[in-house]
């Protein structure tokens, strides 16, 4: 019985050295780096594992270039860019592409040039106005001052109706002067025949004298000649010229030559050059003139009214009601009809002092003329 124990001692021994030696070996083979099948190879580079990025070309500016100005190598560099971020037909990938190009506008200095900073040399100089003109529009400058710019709240962009005001006169449709006209002679009564009562024109005698007309006095019962006591008054009318204009600009553009592109070779000395900016600030100057944006036909009308001595007046239109503007022509006879304003009555007293020109309190000018 017992060498039986002993022998069953020595079997349980033997399978726990069995067991233990397992859990050795798996734990040796579980560890990267403790066996021979990875000794004596380098670690794995972590930038190997890190796809490559294909990069390509493209063109930069050293330098500020002055919009007008031809591109020369001298100026421009190239870097490189990720192919993948790259925008089909927006970079330029050579120098020699954009070399004898113009610029459309300043161009900064350390920025990729794209293709809409850049024309042809033809293109490029024109005006750079001509290219916020829409297809089959035309832009013309008319006068104006605070009054008639919406006290010079319009901006480019923006939408205005344009009035205008002209003064109307009666002419003799063959002298094509005003009426009435001038007599310089009177004929004879027996040329003019046998039935004329009173004379139409001057006494005779006279030089000269404006063209009247005879009436029999009221009060005399006679016949007397009468010429009016002050030139022909125009007649004043005001209308619709163009109901939707677009504002190009308020005021003068600037007037420039191109500037040309020195350098001195030194990037540093360039950079530094362009830092520094010898214009002095001047205060912006008052408009007198606005660019409107129009049709050919409103073009040509504005400016007939403008050689024909009308006065030109904007209104400011909401940028986003596109509702085509109808309007009447405005005279006197259209207020008096249409807002039922009626003459006032002659009466036998009045106002002192006298009034016959309208001025609000402040305005420089007499109160008679």
């Known amino acids: 019985?017992?060498?039986?124990?002993?022998?069953?001692?020595?079997?349980?021994?033997?399978?726990?050295l069995v067991l233990i030696v397992g859990a050795v070996?798996?734990?040796?083979?579980?560890?990267?780096?403790?066996l021979g099948s990875t000794a004596g190879q380098p670690p794995e580079d972590p930038a190997a594992q890190?796809?490559?990025?294909?990069?390509?070309?493209?063109?930069?500016?050293?330098?500020?270039?002055?919009?007008?100005?031809?591109?020369?190598?001298?100026?421009?560099?190239?870097?490189?860019?990720?192919?993948?971020?790259?925008?089909?037909?927006?970079?330029?990938n050579s120098i020699e592409q954009v070399v004898g190009q113009r610029a459309v506008e300043d161009i900064p200095a350390q920025v990729p040039l794209t293709t809409s900073m850049i024309m042809d040399q033809?293109?490029?100089?024109a005006s750079y106005p001509s290219f916020e003109i829409p297809e089959n529009y035309t832009a013309l400058s008319i006068p104006v001052s605070k009054l008639t710019s919406v006290s010079y709240g319009v901006r480019p962009g923006?939408?205005?109706?344009?009035?205008?005001?002209?003064?109307?006169?009666?002419?003799?449709q063959e002298f094509q002067t005003r009426l009435p006209n001038t007599v310089v002679d009177v004929l004879p009564s027996g040329l003019r025949g046998e039935n004329t009562s009173y004379p139409t024109a001057m006494i005779?005698?006279?030089?000269?004298?404006?063209?009247?007309r005879a009436e029999i006095d009221e009060t005399l019962g006679e016949p007397v000649y009468v010429v009016g006591s002050e030139p022909q008054r125009p007649r004043l009318a005001c209308f619709n010229v163009v109901p939707d204009a677009t504002v190009l600009k308020l005021g003068d553009f600037e007037v420039e030559a191109p500037e040309p592109v020195t350098t001195t070779g030194d990037p540093a000395l360039d950079a530094a050059a362009q830092m520094q900016d010898p214009a002095v600030q001047q205060p912006p100057a008052i408009p007198t003139t606005i660019s409107l944006i129009v049709s050919p036909q409103d073009a040509i009308n504005l400016n007939y009214l403008m050689l024909a001595g009308a006065k030109l007046n904007l209104a400011l239109r909401n940028p986003t009601d596109p509702t085509p503007?109808?309007?009447?022509?405005?005279?006197?006879?259209?207020?008096?009809?249409?807002?039922?304003?009626?003459?006032?009555?002659?009466?036998?007293?009045?106002?002192?002092?006298?009034?016959?020109?309208?001025?609000?309190?402040?305005?420089?000018?007499?109160?008679?003329?």
């Open 1 to 16: 019985m017992a060498a039986r124990g002993r022998k069953s001692g020595l079997i349980l021994i033997i399978l726990a």
């Open 25 to 34: 070996a798996l734990f040796f083979i579980l560890q990267p780096g403790m």
């Open 50 to 92: 890190q796809p490559l990025v294909e990069m390509t070309d493209i063109v930069v500016t050293t330098q500020k270039i002055p919009r007008g100005a031809a591109l020369t190598a001298e100026v421009l560099t190239t870097v490189a860019y990720p192919r993948d971020q790259m925008v089909a037909g927006l970079f330029y």
């Open 122 to 125: 033809a293109l490029a100089l």
């Open 158 to 172: 923006d939408h205005v109706m344009v009035i205008g005001c002209a003064l109307f006169a009666d002419l003799d």
């Open 204 to 212: 005779e005698g006279a030089s000269a004298s404006i063209l009247g």
């Open 325 to 369: 503007i109808t309007t009447d022509m405005v005279t006197l006879q259209y207020l008096m009809e249409q807002k039922g304003l009626q003459l006032p009555a002659r009466l036998p007293y009045g106002l002192e002092p006298r009034v016959d020109v309208l001025r609000f309190p402040g305005e420089s000018g007499s109160d008679v003329e």
